[in-house]
């Protein structure tokens, strides 16, 4: 195995990770709702009124981004090697995971581990499973 070092950027990790914090932090305090993205997107698309507004506002965040990271640094753009069919599928497959586990990434891993919930442990030790296993089958055994 060898690392990409042109990729390896664990300096941009650590600031991303310290703004999902933040942010997760803030919307806790200031709304009073959890950061958990698939039940935010979710929620946009079946609720309207108050609920509509501040989970609009945290989708748009998450859009604008990448434009505003571009515009103050110079990220080395990803090569993306693959069919798109393939990343739809997975896309698909992450949602479905979601729903099925009551929550994504960063609602049980990031929200739910820093509340110390017993579920939220379970459900990030799963998933960060399921992606090392899905890693090493398609890079190691499927080519």
């Known amino acids: 195995m060898q690392i990409d070092w042109t990729h390896f950027t664990p300096w941009e990790s650590l600031a991303g990770g310290m703004l999902i914090g933040l942010a997760a932090a803030l919307l806790l305090l200031l709304v009073g709702r959890i950061f958990g993205v698939a039940g935010i997107l979710g929620g946009a698309l079946t609720s309207r009124g108050p609920e509509f507004g501040w989970r609009a506002a945290v989708l748009l965040g998450l859009l604008a981004a990448p434009s505003v990271l571009k515009l103050v640094f110079a990220p080395t753009p990803p090569v993306i090697d693959g069919p798109w069919t393939r990343f739809a599928i ?38 960060m499973s399921a992606g090392v296993a899905t890693v090493y089958v398609v890079r190691h055994i499927s080519g």
């Open 90 to 127: 997975a896309g698909l497959l992450v949602g479905f995971g979601a729903r099925l586990g009551s929550g994504c990434t960063s609602g049980h891993g990031v929200c739910g581990l820093s509340r110390l919930s017993p579920r939220s442990l379970v459900a990030t030790l799963t998933f």
